[in-house]
């Protein structure tokens, strides 16, 4: 089944101690849409303006991203700048600017409307909820958020809240939304605030994942080269809701299936710089890493 996915699409500038490079592709949506296109089919709504590069729409066409919904509008394409710190857990935001996002009032394509699967990437929650009141009657949405939302957007983003199913944050975040210590708290007290089940990405230390009828705690790859961790998030979310798409089912061993390979597809997102490693990325490689999830988290009972 196709997915729907909404977000940002922009011109990054990352730094890391070891590294530099500007006007990368990059933007929640772009991460997210080509995360998830390695499982299913990706209708993408979006803004750009009249500079961004060509050779990053064929990327998009490449993975067979349908972009009757992507704006090419007058002016610049959104930009952002951040800088990493050895600790790549660290980041800071150097600078922002919306550019043609400012007047993006999305009308969705009418192909797009009946999507059984939405994924609302990292963007203002006004613009999710736009976005998602187009669509007539999904089967799942999935939203993924930001701290900055949680400070300047918090009743928008309670709003969306009642009209999702997944929620993705992280675990700065889901303390902070429910100002709240625990993880396991958190988790639970997410869940009254509307979304059926809620997914806490705890970085390098896995993610858990809170329902009604499941917990799942996923271990993280142990990565070895990191190069730069920009849009982990957004493949992690991307490759989620493209993997439940693909199914079309959202039971709780589908829901588990689609942490590992969210798990699997952010883990080689974070070994080169911007899309670079998704560009030469195969199934086979996303299979590998899969079976050896499944390797490292299992055990049998007994033992001396
Ligand atoms: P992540 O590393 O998963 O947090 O995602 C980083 C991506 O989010 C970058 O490609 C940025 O272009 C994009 N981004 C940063 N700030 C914002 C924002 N306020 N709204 C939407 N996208 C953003």
């Not at 699409?9 to 590294?19: E, M, R, W």
């Not at 705690?217 to 809701?241: K, Q, V």
């Amino acid at each position: 089944m196709s997915l729907l996915i909404t977000g940002s699409i922009g011109l990054d500038s990352v730094k890391t101690p070891l590294a530099e490079h500007h006007d990368l592709l990059g933007g929640s949506a772009s991460y997210a849409a080509i995360a998830a296109s390695f499982f299913t089919p990706v209708n993408l709504v979006g803004i750009v303006g009249d500079d961004f590069p060509k050779p990053y729409l064929d990327l998009y066409r490449k993975h067979g991203i349908n972009l009757a919904g992507l704006e090419i509008a007058a002016g610049q394409t959104f930009r952002w700048s951040g800088e990493y710190e050895w600790n790549m857990n660290n980041r800071r935001t150097l600078s922002i600017a919306l550019n043609v996002f400012e007047k993006f009032n999305p009308t969705l394509p009418a192909q797009y409307r009946n999507a059984p699967f939405v994924f609302l990437a990292n963007i203002s929650p006004q613009l999710q909820m736009h976005v998602l009141s187009q669509v007539e009657k999904p089967k799942f949405v999935v939203a993924d958020t930001m701290d900055l939302w949680l400070e300047i957007a918090r009743e928008a983003l309670l709003e969306l809240l009642k009209r999702i199913d997944c929620l993705i944050l992280n675990e700065s975040e889901a303390r902070e939304l429910m100002k709240e210590a625990s993880l396991i708290k958190a988790g639970r007290g997410i869940l009254k605030l509307g979304p059926k089940y809620v997914c806490i990405k705890k970085g390098e230390h896995g993610c858990l994942l809170f329902g009604e009828d499941l917990f799942f705690s996923a271990p993280a790859y142990p990565l070895e080269d990191i190069h730069d961790p920009t849009g982990a998030g957004d493949c992690f979310a991307g490759a989620f809701a493209g993997y439940l798409a693909k199914t079309g089912k959202v039971d709780p061993t589908t829901l588990r299936n689609a942490v590992i390979y969210g798990s699997v597809v952010a883990s080689y997102n974070v070994e080169a710089f911007s899309l670079g490693r998704l560009q030469t990325l195969t199934p086979a490689d996303i299979e590998n890493r899969y079976q050896f999830f499944r390797k490292i988290s299992h055990f049998e009972l007994g033992g001396a």
